[in-house]
Structures are given as C-alpha cells and as structure tokens.
C-alpha cells in the first residue's frame, strides 16, 4: 500500500491507524498484543488506535481472549458494516456491452454480485443504472469503476466502449451521488485481485495478460506490491508494441512475444493469462514461443485463468476500499 510519506505527529498517527486497520484485515479477531506483533507499534500505540476505531464505529469489541490468569484480553476485528464497496465495471464495445457488479462489505465480504445488459449505450443508462444499485444498498459510501481503456486523473482519454471517451467521470459521478469514486483501467483491477488472490506473498513482479474478443490485447502488473501504473498512466497497454503493427501473427506467436517483453523490462516470476480464445492446453506452445526470444530461465510460470471476472471484481473492491481508507486520513 502506497502509505504518504510521514513528516508531522499528525501523519505518523495517521499511518498508525492505517496499519492498525490492515492487520485487523489481515488476522480477523486480533488483541492489542498481536496487532502490536504485526505491525511493530506499541502495546499503548495500537491501544489508542483500537480504541478511537472502536469509538468510530470502524472496529468493534467482539470476544475476550483466554486468560492464563490475569484478566483476559480483548478480541477486536474490523467492523464489516462500517460501509460497503459497489464494484461495476463495463465490458464489451460499442457492438455490445455488458454491465457486471458487486457489493462487498468494508472487510471483503461478497454480498451480492450480477451483471445486466449496458443498453442503451449511454452515459445516462450507466449513470441510471449505477444509482438502482446505489439505492438498493444504502450503506455504500465507495463507488469503485472499472473500464477497458486508458484512464487518467478521473478523464478517460481512450476506450473500447466510445462514450467514455473524454468523460471526466470521477467528477460526474462524485458530483451526482455524493460518494468516494476510484475510476482505473480494467486490466489494473484484475492484476491486483489476481495478486491478491494467488501470490500475495511475492515482492517480484507479477502480471496479467487478457485476450478478449475485440483486437486488443490488455495487461496489468504489479510490483513489490503495487499496481504499475505508469508516469503516464500508459504501463501495460501491450497492443501499442512496435512490432505487433503490420504483422500477421498466430495467438501463441503473439502472446510468446508479450512474454518476452515483459521479460526482459519488468522480468516477472508469474503471468496470469485470459481471454475467450485462450486455452490451457495452449500454455506450453505459448511457453516455447517466448523461449524462441529469450532464455528458457527467465520464462515466467503461467497460469490459465478460466475468468476473469472474479478476479477483476476482487481488485476493485480492494483497491477502492484501500484508497478510500487512505482518503478518509490524508485527504486528496
């Protein structure tokens, strides 16, 4: 988690509350001892911070730790109702979209997930259709989108559905229903659940490469933990390599040249691969392909995703409610 660099008590208190909060995430029903173990805070430090979360309604009192003979501890774990997190992204073209949602709890918790038909294909459609979800679940306060395209500082400057195009839509949306609003990249979102669903423990480089129908093809990377994103907001857009204009290449042809380049820029230990086309009997063609470019060594391990969608709705909600935490103490 991109944590703001500290420079007043303030900030380093701030931070406290950030770590207190993820290792209530992390280890679910937890005392001051052991948040103190995770995080290398203080017993009194992360006291404090249990106690202004409990007062807050974040964090809630749950059980009592066994007692070896003094006074038995208390269990404190994140409060799940504290807010909820509506993940919606579109998918598709401007032939045919579709709308796939779900709404988890400020712990992660799935409660309710579906898809629905994106027509018309309009801004008011999608507009209208994220406020039915927004007023069915009243307790959402985050409000995170997913696209296929290039999205920076809220503007969508490219898409595969065109009536993105050039839409600040985090200010439209923040302004219609008064919510936290995250807008990225599809293939950022599904990168980061895939991470965090499969190689959570890894600090090397990981990275997700999707096929889908339309000519394109979209890769998210996450580094020592962190989404990729670029100066420009640009890293991962694959399909703009040079020598994938003019040529006339097999799926495995191509997908073995992804490879390869992302081999020798961010050398990544796994690549996660999808897509419609795709099937996991084609990894190993796909793995000799990329060895006619590079050292067999260096070849990442593949895995086949079969779907995409939970692992894009995983990272939306995740990143969404970790930036909406970060907003809720530093602002900005």
Same mark, same amino acid.
């Given at each position: 988690?991109?944590?703001?660099?500290?420079?007043? =008590?303030?900030?380093?208190?701030? &931070?406290?509350?950030? #770590?207190?909060? !993820? +290792? %209530?995430?992390?280890?679910? @029903?937890?005392?001051?001892?052991?948040?103190?173990?995770?995080?290398?805070?203080?017993?009194? =430090?992360?006291?404090?911070?249990? &106690?202004?979360?409990? #007062?807050?309604? !974040? +964090? %809630?009192?749950?059980?009592? @730790?066994?007692?070896?003979?003094?006074?038995?501890?208390?269990?404190?774990?994140?409060?799940?109702?504290?807010?909820?997190?509506?993940?919606?992204?579109?998918?598709?073209?401007? +032939?045919?979209?579709?709308?796939?949602?779900?709404?988890?709890?400020?712990?992660?918790?799935?409660?309710?997930?579906?898809?629905?038909?994106?027509?018309?294909?309009?801004?008011?459609?999608?507009?209208?259709?994220?406020?039915?979800?927004?007023?069915?679940?009243?307790?959402?306060?985050?409000?995170?989108?997913?696209?296929?395209?290039?999205?920076?500082?809220?503007?969508?400057?490219?898409?595969?559905?065109?009536?993105?195009?050039?839409?600040?839509?985090?200010?439209?949306?923040?302004?219609?229903?008064?919510?936290?609003?995250?807008?990225?990249?599809?293939?950022?979102?599904?990168?980061?659940?895939?991470?965090?669903?499969?190689?959570?423990?890894?600090?090397?480089?990981?990275?997700?490469?999707?096929?889908?129908?339309?000519?394109?093809?979209?890769?998210?990377?996450?580094?020592?933990?962190?989404?990729?994103?670029?100066?420009?907001?640009?890293?991962?857009?694959?399909?703009?390599?040079?020598?994938?204009?003019?040529?006339?290449?097999?799926?495995?042809?191509?997908?073995?040249?992804?490879?390869?380049?992302?081999?020798?820029?961010?050398?990544?230990?796994?690549?996660?691969?999808?897509?419609?086309?795709?099937?996991?009997?084609?990894?190993?063609?796909?793995?000799?392909?990329?060895?006619?470019?590079?050292?067999?060594?260096?070849?990442?391990?593949?895995?086949?995703?079969?779907?995409?969608?939970?692992?894009?709705?995983?990272?939306?909600?995740?990143?969404?409610?970790?930036?909406?935490?970060?907003?809720?103490?530093?602002?900005?």
């Amino acid at each position: 988690m991109n944590i703001p660099v500290t420079r007043t =008590t303030r900030e380093i208190k701030k &931070n406290n509350v950030v #770590q207190v909060i !993820e +290792a %209530l995430k992390s280890q679910g @029903a937890v005392t001051k001892s052991e948040v103190a173990a995770e995080t290398g805070l203080s017993v009194a =430090t992360c006291g404090t911070v249990l &106690n202004e979360l409990c #007062q807050s309604g !974040e +964090a %809630l009192i749950v059980a009592q @730790a066994a007692s070896s003979g003094g006074r038995p501890a208390q269990r404190y774990a994140c409060n799940p109702d504290f807010y909820s997190v509506l993940s919606l992204y579109a998918e598709g073209s401007d +032939a045919s979209a579709t709308l796939v949602w779900s709404v988890t709890s400020a712990t992660g918790e799935m409660l309710v997930q579906g898809e629905q038909d994106f027509m018309p294909l309009t801004l008011e459609n999608f507009y209208q259709q994220a406020e039915s979800l927004i007023k069915a679940w009243p307790g959402i306060k985050v409000l995170g989108v997913g696209l296929p395209g290039v999205v920076t500082d809220g503007v969508v400057l490219s898409c595969d559905i065109s009536l993105f195009v050039n839409v600040p839509v985090v200010q439209a949306l923040q302004q219609r229903f008064g919510l936290y609003v995250q807008v990225d990249n599809d293939m950022n979102y599904t990168a980061w659940g895939f991470y965090r669903s499969s190689c959570a423990d890894t600090s090397a480089p990981v990275a997700y490469i999707l096929k889908p129908d339309v000519p394109c093809t979209g890769c998210g990377i996450v580094i020592n933990g962190q989404v990729l994103q670029g100066a420009s907001f640009f890293a991962g857009e694959v399909s703009c390599l040079p020598w994938q204009n003019g040529e006339n290449l097999s799926l495995t042809d191509e997908l073995g040249k992804i490879l390869a380049s992302l081999a020798a820029m961010i050398n990544p230990v796994t690549v996660a691969l999808a897509g419609p086309r795709l099937r996991e009997e084609m990894l190993p063609l796909i793995r000799q392909r990329c060895a006619d470019h590079i050292p067999e060594r260096h070849i990442p391990h593949l895995v086949f995703r079969h779907a995409v969608r939970p692992d894009y709705l995983q990272g939306i909600a995740e990143l969404s409610s970790q930036r909406y935490m970060l907003h809720r103490l530093f602002g900005g």
